[in-house]
C-alpha cells in the first residue's frame, strides 16, 4: 500500500519509526533553508521537514502549492524544543522526509482550507474543497460514526434492515411530492417517498416482526428555514410491542450513540410528558428543557376581569390568557429589545405584547409598571404576581388570544429570550411527549385532521373516539432534543374498524379510502399484528450532536433555498426526445 | 413485553417452562377433542396444544382459523413419543397453552402460506402475504444479514458510510435516467441516479479517503430479463490504494459474508483471468468456470482452408473460429437439441451451428461424421483432433463469423449445455477478470467506446493511450461469480490531461465535456488524490446467495416487467393541478 498511517495518526508512539504518508500540502514555509510542509488527510495535520541534503525530495518541495498531492516516506523524530503544536496529535513530533512524490498538482484554490469565512455559495460551488476543511470532515465521521451505531443496535436487537421502493405511488396527504413521469405507462407518474409508512407497515403485516431502514425521503416544499427536498430518515417499525416497550428501545439506542459518539450521558430513562402540559408549562409540544421559564396559566383569573382584551380571550372556546416571566428582565431587557419582542411574536399572530415591569412588589399595585395595571383588579394582579411567584426586577410578559396564537407565541418568545438572556443550562436535554390528541380541529376546514396520521391508533375503543374525537388520545409519541423534534411515532390502528372509524371522522370516505389506501385496509384484513414504530430524522440529529447551525453543514452535497446544486447545476433542461418518451411537455419555456 | 421467545426458538431447552409468544395460526387441526395449532412467526413454526380443560383458551381457539394473530402462554413440554417432527427446531415440544388470546382475525387468505406454486401476479398482489411464507422471510433475513456484514467489514476498514444525492444531474451517457421535474425551476428536470459515480469520486477530491453506501439507483430501461428499475448498489470508492489493494479487500469482504451468512469459505485468492484469457477460452468476460468445459482456438488453422464459411471468418479483420467440445455429447446430445441449440446461438448473431460428431478416432476423417468434414484438410481435422483432445462419442460445436458473434455464441451454448447435461461442478467460482481493453471499438458508430466509463484509467501514459487505443488496458476488475457479474470497478483517471485525451478519443469535444462533465473537470484542477473503486450489484449477489431464480424474490417490493408495483397501484394518474404546478402537461391522455 502507498500509505503506513493517516497523517493526523502520526504521534510519539512512532518516534524513530519510517513512516509512508499521503496527503495534501495544508501550508508550506521555507525557514532558514529548510521546507516545512503540514500534510493533512482526514485524520489531521503532520509537519514534514524536507532538507537540502535530500536533494530530489528538497526539489520536489519546492515545487510544493497549497493542495498539491503529495506522497511522502520519512523517519518520526522529536520536534525540537518548543516547537511543540498542542493542538495537533502530531503536535510532539514531525516527520523527516526521505522522499517526496508529488502525486497530483492543484491550481490555486478559490479558498485557503483553514479559512472560516467563506460564502455558502461559495462552499456549495466548490463542495469538494469545502469538505476538505477539517470541520466539515469531522461532521460527515460524526454522521457516519452514529449511522453505524445505530446499525449495529438495531441489528443486536433483532430488527431487520429491508429497502422499500423509492418509486411509490403519491401520498394521499401531507406535503407536495415529487413526482417522475412513467415511461411504460403514459400519462401515469409515480411519487417519492416522503416516508416509507405504509410499506413499514406491511412489512409488519408481513411477519417481519422488527424493520428498520436507513432511508431517502422527499418533500417539494418551499425551502422556508433549515429544509432540504430529500432528506433521510431512520425508520423503525416494530410488532407485538407497546409504548413503553418502543420508547425504551429507542432511547437505548440514542443513549447509546451519545455515549460512544460524543462521550455524553444522557439520563435514563428519558423524562415523559404528556402534550397537554408541555403546552400548558411551555406552550410547545417540543419544549428546551434548558430554559428555565416557564408560562403561568391565568385563564381562569382572566374571565371576570373588565379588561376587554384578556377577559375575551379567557372567555373564548379553545382560548387562553397565559403569562412568561422573565426573572431579572426589569433590567435585562431595554425598550428597544421589548419592544421588538412585540414584533416577533406578531409573526405568530399575537396582536400585541402586554408587559409588566415588578418593581417592588411589597408596594402591591404601585410597584407595578404598566399601562395595563390599572385595566385589572387587586385579586388579578395578586394571582399574577403569586402564581409566577415573581420578586422585584422581574418582568411579565402576557399573551392573550386563541390558546393556539398564546402557546405559539409565547412559546417562541420563552426561547428567543432564553437564548437572548443566556439562560440555556446544561447540554442536553431529552424528552419524551406523549398522550397526543388524535385530531386537531381545523377551523378553516370546518373538520378533525389527523394529529399524526391516519394510521395512528387512539387509546380507547371505536365507540369511545366516534363519541368524542375532541379528547380522544393518541398512542403517539415524540422524541424531542433541546427543542428540536429529532423523532415521533405511534402505535398504529391493526383492526379494520377502527381504521374506518378513523378515516370517517377525518372525513374520508369509504370510496376515497379505497383509492388512496385500498392495499392498506385489504391488508388489515389477512390478519395484522398489533405493531408500531417510528422515525428519526437523521440529519436534523446530526445537526445537533455536531452543533452545526445548518442541515447542509451534515450533508455531503445539499441543496440551496431554491433546491438547485451548485455544483452540478442540477436541475437542467433536458432533450425534447426524452419528453416525448415521458409522453411530456413544457407548458411554457423557461 | 408481550412476548417471551419468538416461535421458531421454542426448543428442549425450554422443556418445563413457561413461555408468551405472539405468530400467527399456520395451520389448526383438532384431533381427540384437542386442539393443535402450528404458530407461525419469523423464526419459524412451534405446536401448541390447546386442551378443553383450559376453557377460556380453548373457546378462543375454535374460532380461531388460518393466519388469525394469536397471543399465546402456555408450559413446554415434550411431544408424545413418535410425535417428533425432526424438520423443525421445535420437533420435540409442544407448548400446552394456560391462554389464547385473539389479537386480530384474518379473512380466508388468497392462498396458504406453504403454497409453493402461486402465480407471480398473485404474489405481487398481496405482497404481504407472499412475504410470510418462510422461503421469502428467509431470503429477506438472508439480505439483512449480508449487507449487515458488509457494513461491518468496511466499518472496521476505515470507509465512511457517506449519502449522495438523488436528485441529481442528468446521466451523460448510458441507460435512460428518470426525471424529476422541478417546481422551483421551470422547465428543467432532476434525474435520479444511475450510479453515484461522479459524487464519489468528488468524495476522493474531498478527502474522505474511504467511502461506501449501500444506495439505491435508477434505469428507465425495457425490463428486459431479470431487470429492475431500482436496484442496489454496494458503492465503494478510496484513495490512494491500486487494484491489488482494492481487490484485495473487496474479495475479503465478500469471503467473510460467504463465511458469516452461507457457511462457506471461498477460495483465497480469488483467481485472476485476463479479459482476453476468458474470451479466448469462454467466449465470456464473465466466464462460469463450474463448466468443465472450453472453447478450441481454431483460427489460424482455418485461414488457409478452402471451406469459405471458416476461412472467411478466419481472415476477416477481429474474426474468429472456435470449437466448443461436449465430451460424450454424441450420445447425450438428440438430434431435436442440437436442432435447438442452432436456433440459440441464433439469437446471438450466428449464422449456423456446424458440428462433429467423433465416432471413432482410430478412423481418422472416417470416423467422424459431419456435413462439414468432407470441406475440411486433414490438417484441419487433425488440427480440431487434437486442439479439443477429442475421443470416441465426444461432439465438436464450431463457431466462425466476427469474434463477437463467436464468443457470444459460443459462450452462451457453453452455459446452455452445461446446465441441460448436468456439468456444473462445485458451488461457488468466484473470480476477478482484469486486463480490459480500454476501448471497444464501434461498428455502426464508426469510433471507439469507453468498454468501461470514460473515467477508467489506462495502464500506460498519455501518449501511448493516444497512439494505440486499441491496445490500450484499462486498470478495470470485475468480480465474477458462478458465470455473473456481482461488481465490477476501476482505478479512476486522476489527472486532467489524462481525462482529456480520453474524452478526444472518445469524441467527446471539449465544449461537450464541460457541458457534461464540467464539475468534474474543474475537481481534477485542484489536487485530485490518484483514486478507484468498484460497485456490486446486490440484489443479483443475494439473489445467488439465496439460490433464488430472479432479483424479484430478495426484494420486498419489486415491480413487474413493465414497471408497475401491482400491490399499490403505481404509477397512476395524478391531478392536473399537480401538473401545472411542475410546468408540464401530459402529450396525449392514455
Known amino acids: 500500500m502507498m500509505r503506513s498511517h493517516y497523517c493526523g495518526q502520526v504521534d510519539e508512539a512512532l518516534l524513530g519509526q519510517e513512516v509512508q504518508l499521503c496527503g495534501w500540502a495544508h501550508r508550506r514555509r521555507d525557514h532558514g533553508g529548510v521546507i516545512f510542509i503540514d500534510l493533512r488527510d482526514r485524520e489531521g495535520l503532520v509537519q514534514v521537514v524536507i532538507d537540502p541534503d535530500t536533494a530530489e525530495a528538497f526539489a520536489n518541495a519546492e515545487r510544493v502549492r497549497s493542495e498539491f498531492v503529495l506522497r511522502v516516506h520519512g523517519r518520526v523524530r522529536p520536534r525540537p524544543d518548543g516547537t511543540d503544536n498542542p493542538n495537533l496529535r502530531s503536535g510532539k513530533i514531525e516527520v523527516l522526509a526521505k522522499g517526496l512524490e508529488i502525486l497530483n498538482r492543484a491550481e490555486t484554490p478559490p479558498f485557503q ?133 418502543i420508547t425504551g428501545l429507542m432511547e437505548g439506542m440514542i443513549r447509546g450513540a451519545f455515549r460512544e459518539v460524543l462521550g455524553v450521558e444522557l439520563p435514563e430513562p428519558f423524562p415523559r410528558m404528556a402534550f397537554a402540559e408541555a403546552m400548558s408549562r411551555f406552550g410547545s409540544d417540543k419544549p428546551d428543557l434548558r430554559i428555565p421559564m416557564e408560562l403561568t396559566e391565568l385563564t381562569d383569573v382572566m374571565k371576570t376581569e373588565e379588561f376587554k382584551v384578556f377577559a375575551a380571550a379567557a372567555n373564548q372556546p379553545r382560548g387562553r390568557v397565559a403569562a412568561l416571566k422573565v426573572p431579572g428582565g426589569s433590567e435585562k431587557l431595554s425598550r428597544k429589545q421589548i419592544d421588538d419582542y412585540t414584533g416577533f411574536v406578531g409573526r405568530y399572530g399575537a396582536k400585541g405584547l402586554a408587559y409588566i415591569k415588578v418593581n417592588d412588589v411589597s408596594k402591591g399595585r404601585e410597584g407595578l409598571q404598566s399601562p395595563i395595571v390599572k385595566n385589572l383588579s387587586d385579586a388579578a394582579l395578586e394571582a399574577i404576581l403569586a402564581r409566577t411567584a415573581a420578586v422585584n426586577g422581574d418582568l411579565v410578559f402576557f399573551g392573550a388570544d386563541k390558546a393556539k396564537v398564546v402557546n405559539d407565541a409565547l412559546g417562541a418568545l420563552r426561547l428567543k429570550i432564553g437564548q437572548d438572556l443566556d439562560m440555556i443550562e446544561g447540554d442536553w436535554a431529552p424528552l419524551w411527549v406523549v398522550d397526543f390528541p388524535m385530531f386537531e380541529w381545523d377551523d378553516g376546514e370546518n373538520r378533525w385532521n389527523a394529529m399524526h396520521h391516519p394510521f395512528t391508533s387512539p387509546r380507547d375503543a371505536v365507540e369511545t373516539v366516534k363519541a368524542d374525537p375532541e379528547n380522544a388520545i393518541a398512542r403517539a409519541y415524540d422524541m424531542v432534543l433541546n427543542g428540536t423534534e429529532i423523532g415521533g411515532g405511534s402505535i398504529r390502528i391493526h383492526r379494520p374498524e377502527m381504521q374506518t372509524a378513523v378515516f370517517e371522522l377525518l372525513g374520508i370516505d369509504e370510496a376515497q379510502a379505497k383509492l388512496k389506501f385500498g392495499f392498506l385496509l385489504d391488508a388489515l384484513k389477512f390478519g395484522c399484528p398489533p405493531h408500531g414504530g417510528l422515525a428519526f430524522g437523521i440529519d436534523r440529529l446530526i445537526m445537533l450532536m455536531a452543533g452545526a447551525k445548518s442541515i447542509r453543514d451534515v450533508m455531503a452535497f445539499p441543496k440551496t433555498q431554491t433546491a438547485a446544486c451548485l455544483l452540478t447545476d442540477a436541475p437542467a433542461a433536458v432533450d425534447e426526445r426524452q419528453l416525448r418518451e415521458l409522453n411530456i411537455r413544457l407548458r411554457r419555456t423557461p
Chains 1, 2 share one sequence.
Open 113 to 245: 482550507m483553514d479559512d472560516e469565512e467563506i460564502s455558502e455559495e461559495v462552499r456549495l460551488r466548490y463542495r469538494y474543497l469545502d469538505l476538505r476543511r477539517p470541520v466539515m470532515q469531522e461532521r460527515l465521521k460524526l454522521r457516519a460514526r452514529t449511522i453505524s451505531h445505530f446499525r449495529r443496535y438495531l441489528d443486536a436487537q433483532g430488527f431487520l434492515d429491508i429497502e422499500t421502493p423509492m418509486l411509490t405511488k403519491a401520498t394521499p396527504e401531507g406535503a407536495r411530492d415529487y413526482l417522475v413521469p412513467s415511461r411504460t405507462h403514459p400519462g401515469e407518474f409515480f411519487a417519492l417517498p416522503q416516508s416509507p409508512q405504509l410499506f413499514k407497515q406491511l412489512l409488519m403485516m408481513a411477519g417481519f416482526d422488527r424493520y428498520y431502514q436507513i432511508v431517502r425521503c422527499f418533500r417539494d416544499e418551499d425551502l422556508r428555514a433549515d429544509r432540504q427536498p430529500e432528506f433521510t430518515q431512520l425508520d423503525i417499525e416494530t410488532s407485538f410491542l407497546d409504548e413503553a416497550d
